[in-house]
């Protein structure tokens, strides 16, 4: 969020004590003081700031392409470590794969965010998840076939999941789409929310950053010693 406003405009995940995974449409052409991160931070009207975290760095993906949405992949570094705690974990990365679809179509899914709940209404106070289900790429392709927004491989569709009428939304931007794994407690972080039909309308798809996909350019960033 932008430093003294406690409404927060884009959405991230941690997967480290200093890096947050997030969309490039959410920082691109930013510096590294527009910003902060909050982490933890369950409610936006909260007086608190201690969750606060000055950006050291902002590693937009070279390939980012504003018109088409594809490759929209943020990476930001924090300049102070994050001390893990109940409201501050770490989401954990998938593993890589060559297989698109590969056992997800049966898995349950779900996205968090503070954006609004339909594009025509206002935004939440407290942070929103919504269970959504995977969508093939191929029918995710069809879904798209009219939008200028052409589908890319690094890309993957959502659709509402049982007794569910919303999807991510306007605000969301950023924010994970996860796998939870509630044996185990993991948490995995798919996918990233980039764009897609309007929330308020039917037939409504989001479209998401297929964190899979772009493993190597993120264990890259991560491994790098300075910005």
């Known amino acids: 969020?932008?430093?003294?406003?406690?409404?927060?405009?884009?959405?991230?995940t941690l997967i480290s004590d200093v890096h947050v995974l997030t969309a490039a449409h959410c920082t691109y052409g930013k510096s590294q003081g527009d910003f902060v991160a909050v982490i933890g931070d369950h409610d936006w009207t909260s007086n608190s700031t201690e969750d606060s975290h000055d950006i050291e760095c902002i590693q937009n993906h070279y390939l980012y392409d504003s018109a088409s949405m594809d490759h929209d992949i943020s990476l930001l570094k924090l300049k102070e470590?994050?001390?893990?705690?109940?409201?501050?974990?770490?989401?954990?990365?998938?593993?890589?794969?060559?297989?698109?679809?590969?056992?997800?179509?049966?898995?349950?899914?779900?996205?968090?965010?503070?954006g609004a709940k339909r594009t025509h209404e206002g935004y939440p106070v407290a942070l929103h998840s919504v269970d959504l289900d995977y969508v093939k790429w191929h029918h995710c392709k069809r879904i798209f076939k009219w939008n200028e927004k052409k589908i890319s491989w690094r890309t993957f569709c959502s659709a509402d999941g049982d007794n569910e009428d919303v999807c991510a939304?306007?605000?969301?931007?950023?924010?994970?789409?996860?796998?939870?794994?509630?044996?185990?407690?993991?948490?995995?972080?798919?996918?990233?929310?980039?764009?897609?039909?309007?929330?308020?309308?039917?037939?409504?798809?989001?479209?998401?950053?297929d964190v899979r996909m772009l493993l190597d350019w993120i264990n890259r960033q991560v491994e790098k010693q300075s910005c």
């Open 1 to 12: 969020m932008v430093p003294g406003q406690k409404e927060p405009f884009c959405a991230g």
């Open 81 to 114: 470590k994050v001390e893990f705690g109940p409201d501050q974990q770490p989401a954990c990365l998938p593993r890589s794969t060559n297989f698109k679809d590969r056992g997800l179509k049966k898995h349950e899914f779900s996205v968090s965010g503070w």
């Open 169 to 209: 939304c306007a605000g969301d931007g950023g924010a994970p789409f996860i796998e939870r794994n509630v044996p185990k407690g993991r948490v995995t972080a798919l996918g990233i929310v980039s764009w897609g039909l309007g929330c308020h309308e039917k037939r409504k798809s989001g479209v998401y950053t």
